[in-house]
């Protein structure tokens, strides 16, 4: 469901039909833009028959009362308006959006009574609609069983506050978020036979229209840069491995650049350590690594952020076949240290390992942060609430963990160490794969942490976080754009000049 926006500060605005949503605080007398909507006070009647009392995302859905220049009107609480915080309107404005299904306008009557809108609050609204209407639906040919799917009319929105001059600028470094979002999820939702390593690659060099520089490695130069580990999973994959550089240059040209390396097996069978039937489609998802950091260099180039950034992705396909590659084999990385694959569906990490040393050793960024689908492990310590966080560096980490609060994208720092450096130790080469079943999210990090050098770095497991994880509000989608907001936040609020 596309939406277009509008704001106007006009109180009196009347909407000339359509659906008038009014926000109104716990215990307030009455919502916002009542006067216009309601102009013989008969909402307070339904609210009370309906037991509405502004209780944060409640609504209460009400036919106009005679006199309305609205068609249908929806109560939207925002609770104490005290507490009203940044995330809450994000929230308040998926709520809203829920409530639209089939509108084709739609005013939203924001300055609730007793409650402070700011102009990126009114943004963020917008932006929580939008993230709430996201549907990933072009392999839908049919609506309903015998309805065909008409072409998509967008929502015309409009929305009425104070705040608006501050919102509209707002509002334009919202979209840029919003964007970001759902380039990442569209690319997880999106089925493998579709998105390969060589089509993803396709997909990422068109960030060049916002002025990314976007390089794509071909397994002819991984090879001569000696990325054995990455092409060792690559090799049972009729599809050719790709590994994308994009340099977003928004910084002074002196400073170091921030960079973000993505994990994006277009899929995963597990190879010779090939997976069980049951929920293997689900492995389509196992590069949401690499869709959060191309949705996130897409935030930053479209908003034009102030700061250098570098977004690597490695991209490849585990396969089974005549040439995959065997447990047991050594494979030798890009950064000379030997491995030993014990199990071929520990293949991220041989993935990630070529890329974090290509990107460090390339850039000599002033961090590097890596996310990745990586272990299942992680998903029976955090479930799919938050991601695991790993780090070298415990002020990157607190960097992250306020940036998680903020955007709700949430982290939970775990344990690194040289117990569990052990466990990844090999009788015949430098390190083997894995580490076995128990804690299997940190000898997967202890892993990574080999080949990041003296980087402050800190690795993001989202596997329970970047697809499949319970909707709410601002997400509906399989592919939930996991990391994307929360990167954003980061830079936003440490590192541009
Ligand atoms: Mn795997
Ligand atoms: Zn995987």
């Known amino acids: 469901m596309p939406m277009k926006f509008e704001f106007t500060f006009s109180k009196s605005h009347r909407p000339a039909g359509g659906v008038a949503v009014l926000l109104q605080a716990a215990g307030a007398k009455e919502p916002a833009g009542a006067a216009v909507a309601d102009p013989e006070g008969i909402l307070a009647k339904a609210a009370k028959v309906g037991k509405f009392s502004g209780k944060a995302l409640s609504t209460l859905d009400v036919i106009a009362p005679h006199g309305s220049p609205a068609d249908r009107i929806v109560l939207l609480g925002l609770g104490d308006a005290a507490a009203v915080g940044d995330h809450d309107w994000l929230k308040a404005g998926g709520a809203a959006a829920a409530k639209l299904r089939s509108a084709e306008k739609a005013t939203v009557f924001l300055d609730a009574p007793g409650v402070e809108v700011s102009g990126k609050a009114a943004a963020d609204f917008a932006l929580g609609m939008e993230m709430n209407a996201y549907a990933f639906e072009s392999y839908k040919t049919r609506k309903s069983d015998d309805e065909p799917k008409a072409a998509q009319k967008a929502v015309k929105v409009t929305i009425v506050t104070g705040a608006v001059i501050a919102a ?7 979209q840029a978020i919003g964007e970001g979002v759902f380039l990442a999820r569209d690319l997880v939702n999106e089925p493998a036979n579709v998105l390969g390593p060589v089509e993803f690659a396709a997909k990422a060099k068109e960030l060049e229209k916002l002025g990314v520089d976007v390089e794509i490695l071909t397994d002819r130069e991984m090879k001569k840069l000696g990325m054995g580990a990455l092409l060792g999973v690559a090799q049972g994959s009729v599809r050719p491995p790709r590994l994308v ?3 977003w240059k928004g910084g002074k040209a002196k400073d170091k650049p921030v960079a973000f390396v993505g994990k994006g097996v277009v899929f995963d069978t597990g190879g010779i350590s090939i997976k069980p039937a049951s929920g293997m489609e689900d492995m389509k998802g196992d590069m949401g690594g690499a869709a ?4 996130l ?3 930053l180039a479209a908003r034009k952020a102030s700061v250098n950034a570098v977004g690597i992705i490695g991209l490849v396909e585990n396969m089974p076949d005549g040439s995959a590659q065997r447990p047991g084999d050594i494979v030798t990385s890009m950064s000379g240290q ?8 520990a293949e991220g990490r041989l993935v990630l390992c070529d890329a974090l040393w290509y990107c460090s050793d390339r850039f000599k960024p002033q961090f590097m942060i890596d996310l990745a689908t990586l272990t299942g492990a992680i998903m029976v310590a955090l479930s799919n609430h938050y991601a695991g966080l790993f780090s070298n560096d415990d002020r990157l980490a607190e960097q992250l963990l306020a940036a998680g609060q903020t955007t709700q994208e949430r982290l939970w720092r775990m344990p690194l160490g040289k117990e569990y450096d052990k466990m990844i130790d090999s009788k015949f080469a430098d390190m083997k794969n894995t580490g076995g079943r128990h804690g299997g999210s940190v000898t997967a990090a202890q892993f990574l942490k080999r080949f990041v050098k003296d980087t402050p770095w800190a690795h993001l497991d989202i596997a329970g976080t970047a697809m499949g994880s319970p909707t709410d509000e601002i997400n509906q989608s399989w592919g939930s754009g996991f ?3 929360l990167l954003d936040e980061l830079v936003r609020a440490n590192y541009e000049s």
Do not use: S, Y
């Not at 509209?168 to 919202?174: G, Q």
């Not at 959060?292 to 949705?295: D, E, K």
């Not at 030997?338 to 569906?345: F, K």
């Open 338 to 345: 030997t491995i030993e694959v014990i199990n071929t569906d």
């Open 292 to 295: 959060a950091v191309t949705g």
């Open 168 to 174: 509209k600028r707002a509002f334009a470094t919202a």
């Open 483 to 485: 990391g994307v907001r």
């Open 245 to 247: 550089v994009m340099q």
């Open 297 to 299: 260099m897409h935030v």
